[in-house]
Antibody
Framework: QVQLVESGGGVVQPGRSLRLSCVGS????????MHWVRQITGKGLEWVAL????????DYADSVKGRFTISRDNSKNTVTLQMNSLRVEDTAVYFC??????????????WGRGTTVIVSS | EIVMTQSPLSLPVTPGEPASISCRSS???????????LEWYLQKPGQSPQLLIY???TRASGVPDRFSGSGSGTDFTLKISRVEAEDVGVYYC?????????FGPGTKVDIK
């Protein structure tokens, strides 16, 4: 079945780095753009980053621009979020999600279960 | 940045009764292509969000027809024609007009 599985979360000190991965299965990964969205525990959703299906274009929320990098390897059905210079306020559950409909860059129709990042000294 | 607001923030519902959630954006989500780039998501307790509606009124695949989206420009509504117990959770609207997508604060729907 169509599935996204995130990994790479953990506890990290402020200023350090962490790399999250998301592996897709059950669909042609290279046909779909991919998002990262985060959620502070018990709070709302915040969009983080988007990468187009070919990997030739990406975009970021202002809160992470210059610190986070989204990339993908279509041969491995994987999208990655490299997070540098982490801050306490980056603590959240990070979800990857698929752009499900070509008519929109949103339309996040498949979501992973999320991976937890805790930034703490 | 486009700011999304929702009302109410909490909505107790009775199974079998209709329910409605409002979403407003700080700028128009009506694109020159005639489409409204507004989406609705539901996050059930303990689960990841799921897409209900995109382009303002198009139901995502597999979404029951008791869910409907309407509105244009800056004012949008999600309606549930007859609430079922499985519809509890937090409903979010999100704009997709441009990257730097933003979500509304969420509306928590629970059973009275």
């Amino acid at each position: 079945q169509v599935q996204l599985v995130e990994s790479g979360g953990g506890v990290v000190q402020p200023g350090r780095s962490l790399r999250l991965s998301c592996v897709g299965s059950g669909f042609r990964f290279s046909d779909y753009g991919m998002h990262w969205v985060r959620q502070i525990t018990g709070k709302g959703l915040e969009w983080v980053a988007l990468i187009w299906n070919s990997g030739n274009k990406e975009d970021y929320a202002d809160s992470v621009k210059g610190r986070f990098t989204i990339s993908r390897d279509n041969s491995k059905n994987t999208v990655t979020l490299q997070m540098n210079s982490l801050r306490v306020e980056d603590t959240a559950v990070y979800f990857c999600a698929r752009v499900g409909y070509s008519a929109t860059l949103g339309g996040m129709d498949v979501w992973g279960r999320g991976t937890t990042v805790i930034v703490s000294s | 940045e486009i700011v999304m607001t929702q009302s109410p923030l909490s909505l107790p519902v009775t199974p079998g009764e209709p329910a409605s959630i409002s979403c407003r954006s700080s700028q128009s989500l009506l694109h020159s292509d005639g489409k409204n780039y507004l989406e609705w998501y539901l996050q059930k307790p303990g689960q990841s969000p799921q897409l209900l509606i995109y382009l303002g009124s198009t139901r995502a695949s597999g979404v029951p027809d008791r869910f409907s989206g309407s509105g244009s420009g800056t004012d949008f509504t999600l309606k549930i024609s007859r609430v079922e117990a499985e519809d509890v959770g937090v409903y979010y609207c999100m704009h997709a007009l441009q990257t730097s997508f933003t979500f509304g604060p969420g509306t928590k729907v629970d059973i009275k």
